[in-house]
């Protein structure tokens, strides 16, 4: 059974720094894709980065130069630092990883809150 855990979020100031990480079991992780999503309320979710299984990364114009996607497949762990945070940023944070077999799987999610 595939589970995602997600962790890190929290209460920020404006300008603070986080680091979420998506701990991943039950697949083989090195051969999945990544993204972090958020949903802020009464948004739609949205991808915010995305890392290939050879670690091409990809990110929403909102974030770029901001948030940096990151994996380490020793450790079965995917991770979003998120620099300079922005009040815009709160939203609930998302990691999903992607089977080789095209799979989605989702966790729970994790709450960041920018705000002074």
């Known amino acids: 059974q595939v589970q995602l855990v997600e962790s890190g979020g929290g209460l920020v100031q404006p300008g603070g720094s986080l680091r979420l990480s998506c701990a991943a079991s039950?697949?083989?992780?090195?051969?999945?894709?990544m993204g972090w999503y958020r949903q802020a309320p009464g948004k739609e979710r949205e991808l915010v980065a995305h890392?290939?299984?050879?670690?091409?990364?990809h990110y929403a114009d909102s974030v770029k130069g901001r948030f940096t996607i990151s994996r380490d497949n020793a450790k079965n762990t995917g991770y979003l630092q998120m620099n300079s945070l922005k009040p815009e940023d709160t939203a609930a944070y998302y990691c999903k990883v992607t089977s080789y077999s095209g799979m989605n799987y989702w966790g729970k999610g994790t709450l960041v809150t920018v705000s002074s």
């Open positions: 039950g697949i083989i992780f090195s051969i999945s894709a």
């Open positions: 890392i290939s299984s050879g670690s091409s990364t």
